[in-house]
Each structure stands twice: as C-alpha cells, then as structure tokens.
C-alpha cells in the first residue's frame, strides 16, 4: 500500500491550479483573437492596438513567475487601460487631427465614395426605366428612349434593344414595359424607388453603361472625377476645374470643395484655431470668464453658508439641533440630477413656482427671467449650487472645528479677544488647514460641473452674435461638449473638441499644483496659531 506524500500533493494541487489557469488563458486569448479580427477589419485600428497591449500584458502577468504578484491586479490594470489611459492618448490624437464633420472616414473609403459619382454629357442618352429582380438577388432594367424603343439591361452584358416575346421579353402592356422577363419578377414604383440596391448598380459593359439616376429616368452615365495619384488630386471632367488635397479636402483654387474629405493629422492648426480664430475667442472670452468666476463664487457661498450653520449647530445650546441638522442634509442625500431637474422646474420663467409667488407677492413685474437673461441665468446656477454644496461644506466643516482645543479659545477669552477676533485668528486659520484642500478639490469639481451647466440650462442663454453654439453659462467643458457632439456652427467638431480638452487638462493640472503650493502655506499659517 502506498501513501501520498505532502510534497506530492502540493504539485498535485500545483498541476492543478496550472491547469485551470492555462485553460482561463486560453479562454481570454480566444475571445481577444476574435475581437481583434473584428476590430481590424472593421478599421478600428487604435482600439485593435490597444487591445493587444492588454491581452500582451494580461499574458505575461501570467506566465511569467516574477510577474506572478501582479495577478490580483490584472483586470485592474487591464481596465484601467482600456477606460482611462487609451481615451487620453486617443483625445490626445484626436486633437491634433481633422476629425469631424465631412472628415470621419478613412481616405480609402473618401476616394472610393468621390470615383463612384457620375454624370450625364451632352452625347449621353437618357431613358424611362423598369427594374426587374430575380430570386437570387440580380436586377434588369427595361429601358426606353424618347422613340419607344425597348432596350434589356443586365449588370455585365451588352445593352440590346429588344421585341416582345423575343428572348425571354414577355408582351408589352399599353406603357411599352413586359409584362415579364424571363427569370425576373417585375418591382412596382414603390419597391423600386425604396431599392438602394439599384442606385449603385452599373448595367451594361464598360464603355456603354446606363445608371439609376432619379425614380423616373436612368442614363449613360460617365465618371465626373479623374483621380491623379502622384498629385493627389482629382480633375472634374464635366467642369475642367483640379481639386488638390487640402489638409483631408480636395479643395478647387477658388475654394470650392469635394465631399467628403478624409481624417487626416493637421498639427498644430486646433491650438492655433483655438487661441487665434475671432469665432471662438469672442464667447470664449466670456466662457473662460464665467468659468473662473462661477466656481470660485461657488465655492466661497458654499464654505461660508455651511460654516455658519456648523458653527450654530457647535453650541451645545442650540434647540432642537438634531432634527435641523438632518433636515439640513437632505440635499446632500437627493441625486443632484434630480434636484436639478426640479429647481429647472421651479425657476421655470412661465410656470415656476418661484416666479408666480413673487407676481404674488409684488405684482406681475416682479417675475424673474431666470432663463432668458444673462445676469438671472448665472444667479440661478450660483442658486442651485449653493443648495446642493452647502450640505458638504456644513459636514467637514462641522468635523474639522472639533478638532480644535478649546483650550485655544479659553486663552484668547482671557487675553480679551472678541468672538470676530477668536474666528479669524484661530477658527479660521486651522480651519483652513484641514479643509483647504477639499476647497480646492471643491474648486476644480466645480470648474468643471458639466452637469449643474447643461441639465439646468444647456449653457444658455446664447451669445448673441457668436458662431458656435457658445452660452451666457457655458464652462469650456459644456462649450465643448457643443462643439463635439451637437454640431456648434461648423458641424460637430472632434478635433477642435479634442484640443480644447488638452488645453483643459493643463487648466485643471496648472489648479491642481496650486492646490499643494497653497495648502503648504496655510500649514505655515498655522503654524503661528
């Protein structure tokens, strides 16, 4: 009888723990290699890079032993480069690309969509048209000219004119169109005009070919573009007029333009357009103003209010302190979408319940134009972001004063300071040291509050004059929201987005430095408390 030893059973469980890890990999590696031929053939490129670096990763974490302690953080890893360090470099790229509007796709496919257009010329015939399918999908078209003449179109085969009942052309109704072709069903007015199929379908041979051109005629068309690829250009044969690649758009000496352009990389051009173009730097100058002075106005009426009331509610003798305290952070515990939505409601200009007590209360004129007006508009978001901050400034505010002796205070009561003096020289100064940073965190929260801007009034109302969709309320985060995604003057705009977003980062990193340069001094403030 043999017995199994305790090393044996260690590589047993070893071989088995190998085992499944090997089989999990292998699983991983199958579902990447599938993504993979989907994501490159569908041109996805930069996703299809970006997941091979992870499943690359993934991989050698795992077979190689001195990796082996990044195991529990792998999908960590993974994840995080998928979702947050791939959109930066690709924001990145993005910026310093045309991507937008009348530039989204490759140039492959522009070059593809400009050879396909067509025109007629002077010496081509026009004809009245029929289309006819067969089961397996192939179309024929009846065709007849300004004389009645009967012609067969069939994609590849040589255009003939054509009797009745000769080869395979059934009897011809009172219209000059059979009645059917052999192997093909005839499609009525509505099945043929709803066909895309017929539009981008050639029939005949090349050299005598007829096109789908509206619902009621088709004709010899021709090419209209002649592509030069030593120049990159394309020559318009019906108009004489070279069109030379401009930065992703073929593009005539006097301006005019082929449809659609390409994505291409344009350096610098959204940095300078950004900074230098008089379009934007009209509203921008105001965004940028409101965007520096609406979080820093939040942020002062936040920290004051809810230190004021953590201070009241810091008297052991305050009534009833409990229930109002609770009461206090009921808009700390409602989503902020919600409460958004509903103070919209409430300020609403026309059935507000805000203005119609005021007509109440002071007569018809005293309604308040919240929405319209610039000045109202600002105040209404300094409003609502003053009920929905105020509740977590009163809660570290609340926690930060007891962290402070009270011995300090006794010591200044008997060298006879008055209450201002013991809150400006001792509350608020340590204070100011264990919640500068959050005011600070709370200053760059608030600089780019996309949310407040855009749910309670899309950033309006709009610059009068201004190009872009630019609003009296706008921040640059929901300015350039508009430019990406929701077409401001030009159309959307991903690469000028994408480059405003850099510009942001550096903002928000530039705010982010202060804050520790900031935070050491008022630690040296404290220090002489």
Not at 308 to 315: K, N, P, S, Y
Request: aromatic content about 14%; charged content about 15%.
């Amino acid at each position: 009888m043999t017995t199994t030893t305790s090393s044996e059973i260690s590589f047993l469980k070893n071989l088995q723990s190998g085992l499944f890890r090997f089989l999990g990999l292998l699983a991983f590696d199958v579902v990447i290699i599938w993504f993979l031929f989907n994501a490159f053939g569908m041109e996805f490129y930069s996703l299809g890079t970006v997941i091979s670096i992870v499943a690359v990763v993934v991989n050698s974490i795992y077979l190689v032993p001195k990796l082996a302690p990044l195991r529990w953080m792998a999908v960590g890893l993974a994840l995080m480069i998928i979702f947050v360090i791939y959109p930066i470099v690709f924001t990145v790229y993005v910026g310093f690309t045309n991507y937008g509007d009348g530039h989204l796709i490759n140039k492959e496919q522009a070059l593809e969509q400009i050879q396909k257009r067509t025109y007629l010329p002077e010496e081509g015939k026009a004809f009245s048209w029929t289309a006819y399918k067969s089961v397996n999908d192939e179309y024929a078209l009846w065709l007849r000219d300004e004389a009645g003449g009967g012609f067969l179109a069939i994609p590849g085969e040589e255009i003939v004119k054509v009797e009745s009942g000769t080869s395979g052309v059934g009897e011809l109704d009172a219209n000059g169109i059979p009645s059917s072709i052999e192997g093909y069903t005839r499609l009525n007015a509505i099945q043929a005009a709803t066909d895309q199929n017929l539009t981008e379908i050639m029939f005949g041979v090349e050299g005598e070919t007829v096109q789908v051109r509206s619902p009621s005629e088709a004709a010899e068309l021709v090419p209209l573009y002649e592509y030069d690829q030593i120049s990159d250009s394309f020559y318009d044969i019906e108009t004489g007029i070279t069109y030379k690649n401009i930065d992703g758009t073929y593009t005539a000496p006097f301006g005019e333009t082929i449809k659609p352009g390409f994505r291409t990389n344009i350096g610098w051009e959204n940095f300078v357009r950004f900074f230098t173009s008089p379009a934007l730097r009209g509203p921008l100058i105001r965004i940028l103003s409101w965007n520096f002075l609406f979080p820093t106005i939040s942020v002062l009426t936040t920290f004051f209010l809810g230190l004021a009331i953590a201070i009241m509610f810091d008297d052991p003798n305050f009534p009833l302190k409990k229930l109002i305290r609770t009461l206090m952070l009921v808009p700390y515990t409602i989503p902020g979408l919600i409460s958004i939505i509903i103070w919209r409601g409430m300020m609403n200009p026309e059935l507000g319940v805000i203005n119609r007590t005021l007509e109440q209360l002071f007569g018809a004129n005293a309604a308040v134009p919240w929405m319209t007006e610039a000045f109202w508009a600002q105040i209404a978001i300094l409003i609502v972001n003053l009920w929905l901050g105020y509740p977590y400034m009163m809660l570290i505010c609340s926690g930060a004063l007891q962290s402070i002796p009270s011995e300090l205070y006794e010591a200044a009561r008997v060298d006879g300071a008055s209450g201002w003096q013991q809150f400006r020289k001792i509350t608020l100064p340590l204070l100011l040291v264990a919640v500068g940073p959050l005011l600070i965190a709370s200053y760059i929260f608030n600089f780019n509050n996309f949310n407040l801007i855009y749910l309670f009034i899309q950033g309006g109302p709009p610059i009068a004059g201004a190009s872009t969709q630019a609003g009296h309320t706008d921040i640059l985060m929901s300015y350039v929201y508009k430019l990406a995604f929701e077409g401001g003057g030009r159309g959307v705009e991903y690469g000028l987005a994408s480059a405003m977003t850099v510009v942001l980062f550096f903002v928000v990193a530039a705010l982010t430095m202060f804050q520790f340069r900031f935070t050491n001094m008022w630690e040296e403030v404290s220090e002489n408390v």
